[in-house]
């Protein structure tokens, strides 16, 4: 039996060595391992590959949430509305700005906040909005945009997920990149994400100058000019070199790469259809599966059984923010019942871009199996 890991960055290093190691040498080098000329071109090359006029790279996804909320102006005294159903950086994020979460529950079929919920979360507070493109999904932005401008609220996105994801106004519109869809975004750079560094990165995007500027200085001890210092609470999160060296090999393949695991995904759906629930795609969206996560009321035993046959899969996420003990006090248990009964359901099978059809059909012959059985 030959296992399928859900996940195979070591084929991705070995497909790209010779490039890597160049790199990587390069910068060792260079005698410069922090900022310097590799992270300025990887900013402009992100720049340009999402469409965004100010990339501002930082050490990781968390810390591009949390100082774009900085940035945006939102601290102590705001609320700021996000989902439950998420890695819990998001939620971190808020904290760290000094800002309170609140949160709203998901639509149980795209597993995104749901904007109708929006209405009844919103307070006097309230200053910002954080929707999770959750898988690679863009959320529903036209609904949220138009809620944030009703309500005269910011909309910081997180675009973890999302590298290269489009929201299309009109179906199958080429439409417009994730993190240009809001004030600014966080986007992740950890290894597993569809776009992934040998170590922690991470990068906000924005088309204000203002808060790009505000970013750059949180990041940078509040300072342009070494030993100047000209905001308080400044911070340090910064790119270095070999990361971005390393970025800079692999973004020219993440259109390729994508479109890959959206072929990938289609094999899935074929395969799976009237075993599990396969993935919504919805029509605004160009999904580029950072997960596929289907659901099952069969889940653990499903998970339990591939494990077992060599097949590897993941919970994304087991718990939602407000079960987690952490976090009790944001929300009391049995409020956010999609958040919670999604957290019960879904499950990721293997998906990266170095999977071959044939291991597709080995991973939807063994979900056939244990539902035949
Ligand atoms: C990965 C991730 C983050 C955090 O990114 P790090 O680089 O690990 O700090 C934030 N939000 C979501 C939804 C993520 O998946």
Same mark, same amino acid.
Request: hydrophobic letters at 25%; aromatic letters at 12%.
């Given at each position: 039996m030959l296992m399928i890991p859900i996940i195979d960055l070591q084929r991705e290093y070995q497909t790209l060595k010779t490039q890597i190691d160049a790199a990587v040498g390069r910068v060792l080098a260079s !005698?410069?391992? $922090?900022?310097g000329p590799e992270v300025s071109a990887l900013e402009a090359e992100l720049s340009s590959y999402l469409s965004s006029p100010y990339v501002i790279t930082v050490a990781s996804g968390t810390d591009a949430l949390f100082i774009a909320l900085r940035a945006m102006g939102v601290g102590p005294g705001d609320e700021v509305i996000t989902t439950p159903f998420t890695f819990i950086a998001t939620v971190e994020a808020i904290q760290h700005a000094g800002a309170k979460p609140v949160l709203v529950d998901i639509d149980p079929q795209t597993f995104n906040l749901e904007p109708a919920h929006l209405e009844s979360a919103l307070s006097e507070r309230t200053r910002a909005i954080l929707p999770v493109h959750l898988y690679g999904q863009p959320a529903p932005m036209r609904e949220i945009r138009a809620f944030a401008q009703q309500h005269r609220l910011l909309i910081l996105e997180d675009a973890a997920q999302a590298i290269g994801a489009r929201y299309c106004a009109?179906?199958?519109?080429p439409g417009r990149m994730a993190g240009n869809l809001g004030d600014a975004a966080g986007f992740s750079l950890y290894p597993?994400?569809? =776009? !992934?560094?040998?170590g922690d990165a991470g990068f906000i995007t924005t088309s204000s100058p203002q808060i790009a500027e505000e970013a750059r200085l949180i990041a940078a001890?509040?300072?342009?000019?070494?030993?100047?210092? $000209?905001?308080?609470a400044g911070y340090t999160s910064r790119l270095d070199a070999l990361q971005a060296a390393i970025l800079r090999v692999k973004l020219p393949y993440l259109e390729s790469w994508n479109t890959r695991r959206r072929h990938i995904a289609r094999l899935y759906d074929e395969g799976l259809k009237n075993l599990v629930e396969t993935p919504y795609q919805a029509p605004y969206s160009y999904h580029i599966y950072h997960q596929y996560t289907v659901r099952t009321p069969e889940r653990d035993r499903l998970l339990a059984f591939l494990k077992e046959n060599g097949v590897g899969s993941s919970v994304h996420?087991? =718990?939602p923010a407000h079960l987690q003990p952490a976090y009790r006090d944001l929300a009391p248990q049995g409020s956010l019942p999609e958040s919670e009964k999604a957290a019960q359901e879904v499950l990721s099978l293997p998906m990266h871009p170095f999977l071959e059809d044939a291991q597709v059909e080995q991973v939807i012959e063994t979900v056939r199996r244990f539902f035949a059985a």
């Open positions: !005698g410069s391992y $922090i900022g009109v179906d199958r519109e597993t994400k569809n =776009l !992934g560094a040998y001890h509040g300072s342009k000019m070494r030993y100047h210092h $000209i905001r308080p996420y087991p =718990l």
